[in-house]
């Protein structure tokens, strides 16, 4: 034996026949079971208030953002940013009180036009990895070209071909937007 088991030893035999000691004792562990209850605690509220106030959570619903995106993913974003550019992915609060993520195409000034199954920012056809399928109007949406005006934002699924986005209901409004995505979170 070492002199540290020794140690242990006798504190265990001195708690079993010294009552105040093995009171103390108990009451120690107590506290330190309650200050890490407190801790956790005061954890949990900070993250909370967070959320509530920093950083935001919605959801990826259907494939619109596919294959950037998936149905279900969970997305964390920045409260209170409402300058996005171009390549953005922001959640956005329609009236119905549904929540979109899409991705920001065209911003304050730009003219979006959609030709030939391409979009066309500022008459320069727009270079984008992320979509999939061909970017066409959508006959009951609206009328190209378009002027994206001041505090507004154009807005598009990445799965282009299975997205309700801005060529339907036209640019959204900054003041709808909840913020710019800024984590995921796969399949929940």
Avoid at 28 to 35: D, V, Y
Avoid at 76 to 104: C, H, M, S
Avoid at 152 to 172: I, K
Wanted: proline share 4%; net charge neutral; with cysteine.
């Amino acid at each position: 034996m070492d002199a540290d088991e020794i140690k242990q030893m006798k504190q265990k035999v001195l708690e079993d026949v010294d009552p105040p000691t093995k009171k103390k004792n108990k009451h120690m562990r107590r506290m330190s079971w309650l200050r890490t209850i407190l801790e956790f605690a005061a954890i949990i509220v900070v993250i909370c208030g967070l959320f509530q106030i920093v950083m935001g959570i919605s959801y990826v619903e259907g494939q619109s953002m596919y294959p950037t995106l998936h149905d279900k993913d969970m997305v964390i974003y920045k409260r209170g940013q409402k300058t996005y550019v171009p390549g953005d992915i922001i959640a956005i609060e329609r009236p119905n009180d549904e929540e979109f993520v899409k991705r920001v195409v065209a911003v304050a000034g730009d003219t979006v036009n959609i030709e030939g199954g391409k979009l066309y920012v500022n008459g320069k056809e727009q270079e984008e990895p992320w979509a999939l399928g061909e970017t066409k109007a959508v006959k009951s949406g609206i009328v190209f070209p378009i002027t994206v005006t001041d505090g507004e934002a154009f807005v598009l699924g990445d799965n282009r071909e299975n997205s309700e986005d801005s060529r339907m209901f036209g640019p959204v409004k900054i003041s709808d937007t909840k913020g710019r995505l800024v984590w995921y979170i796969g399949k929940l």
